[in-house]
Each structure stands twice: as structure tokens, then as C-alpha cells.
């Protein structure tokens, strides 16, 4: 069993920076790939990023790729996100959630889930 929490959100301008944290619980948490997503009302969970349990492996979405950088601390049981160069459309819950399988970027793959954080750009 794995408990994630997110922190880290806010609100900030266009270009500027956040860094999102999810925080694990359980010994296990090394052997888990996590990916953050995000969502806005009305609309399906978003695949931002992952990381493979190593943290040697990562992907993003095309939409975050060059911006945003994911990467974790296993003696610390954390995974951050951070997000540079901010725009309105990056507006969103983000979520961090784990998986023990390989790295997938679809969220019905994954098996357990922070509550989110709430991240708003304004122009």
C-alpha cells in the first residue's frame, strides 16, 4: 500500500515557476514508477509526466516537454515536478499517483493517487 500527497500549488503569472512535491508513504515506494497528471472540470486526467522507479527513466507530454522536469529522491520517498515558463493552459489539479508496473502514461494503469493540487497561471 502506497499514500501520496501532493504540495506545492498555487497560483503565480505567466512565465513564472512552481515546484510540486508528492510525498510517499511505504517502504516500498523505490520500486514504484509515479506520474504526475492534471485536470481541469469537464475534461479527462491529463498525462504530464512519469518517472520509472530508478528515476532513469522519464516522460512528458508534449505540451510540458522542455518546461517541466520530474524527478525523485527515494531516500525521501518524494517526487517533484518542476514546472518552468507557466501558461494559462497549465491551469489544472495536478495529481501524482504510482504504479508498480512499467512507466505508463494512462492514467487508468496507475493504482493509487494523491488528492491533488491546485495550480492556476493567470496572464
Known amino acids: 500500500q502506497v499514500q501520496l500527497a501532493e504540495s506545492g500549488g498555487g497560483s503565480v503569472q505567466t512565465g513564472g515557476s512552481l515546484r510540486l512535491s508528492c510525498a510517499a508513504s511505504?517502504?516500498?515506494?523505490?520500486?514504484?514508477?509515479v506520474g504526475w497528471f492534471r485536470q481541469v472540470p469537464g475534461k479527462e486526467r491529463e498525462f504530464v509526466a512519469a518517472?520509472?522507479?530508478?528515476?532513469?527513466?522519464?516522460y512528458y507530454a508534449d505540451s510540458v516537454r522542455g518546461r517541466f522536469t520530474i524527478s525523485r529522491d527515494n531516500a525521501k520517498n518524494t517526487v517533484s515536478l518542476l514546472m518552468n515558463m507557466l501558461k494559462p493552459e497549465d491551469t489544472a489539479v495536478y495529481y501524482c499517483?504510482?504504479?508498480?508496473?512499467?512507466?505508463?502514461?494512462?492514467?487508468?494503469?496507475?493504482?493509487?493517487w494523491g488528492q491533488g493540487t491546485q495550480v492556476t497561471v493567470s496572464s
Open positions: 518517472i520509472s522507479w530508478s528515476g532513469g527513466i522519464t
Open positions: 511505504g517502504h516500498t515506494f523505490r520500486n514504484y514508477a
Open positions: 499517483a504510482a504504479t508498480i508496473t512499467t512507466i505508463p502514461r494512462a492514467a487508468r494503469q496507475y493504482d493509487y
